[in-house]
């Protein structure tokens, strides 16, 4: 027995008698009326479809590598949060030791005006 070849106008016409044999409550039908334009498109452009499982690969892996790029991007935020946090706090507790030196020094002067004042 030899295989025929058959044509992508026959391929496409067997798969649309196929959807329409399947029905619209069938599990297939509805999945592949879905698909038919994507894969008569690669049909007629000598493509062959990508198989379901490497197209859930595919999507799997590209899921996985968002949550990896999202966890990164959110550690990394988390990161620069905590830097910023201590450095605002060194920068408050700079600028609170440089407050006190001035009202010391304030102080000083005052008390100092005061004594001239006084005599």
Same mark, same amino acid.
């Given at each position: 027995?030899?295989?025929?070849?058959?044509?992508?106008? $026959?391929?496409? #016409? /067997?798969?649309? %008698?196929?959807? $329409?044999?399947?029905?619209?409550?069938?599990?297939?039908?509805?999945?592949?009326?879905?698909?038919? !334009?994507?894969?008569? /498109? $690669?049909?007629?452009? !000598?493509?062959?479809? +990508?198989?379901?499982? !490497? %197209?859930?690969?595919?999507?799997?892996?590209? &899921?996985? !590598?968002?949550?990896?790029?999202?966890?990164?991007?959110?550690?990394?935020?988390?990161?620069?949060? $905590?830097? #910023?946090? +201590? @450095?605002?706090?060194?920068? @408050?507790?700079? +600028?609170?030791?440089? +407050?006190?030196?001035? &009202?010391?020094?304030?102080?000083?002067?005052?008390?100092?005006?005061?004594?001239?004042?006084? &005599?």
């Amino acid at each position: 027995m030899t295989a025929t070849t058959i044509s992508k106008t $026959d391929e496409l #016409a /067997a798969l649309r %008698q196929l959807i $329409d044999h399947l029905g619209p409550e069938s599990y297939l039908g509805p999945w592949l009326a879905d698909a038919i !334009d994507y894969l008569a /498109a $690669d049909i007629r452009a !000598d493509i062959r479809p +990508a198989s379901p499982a !490497d %197209q859930f690969r595919a999507a799997s892996e590209w &899921r996985l !590598d968002t949550e990896r790029v999202c966890r990164q991007m959110r550690d990394e935020a988390r990161l620069a949060l $905590d830097k #910023a946090h +201590a @450095t605002a706090g060194a920068i @408050t507790g700079a +600028a609170e030791l440089e +407050a006190e030196r001035i &009202r010391g020094q304030v102080w000083q002067q005052l008390h100092q005006l005061q004594k001239e004042l006084e &005599r």
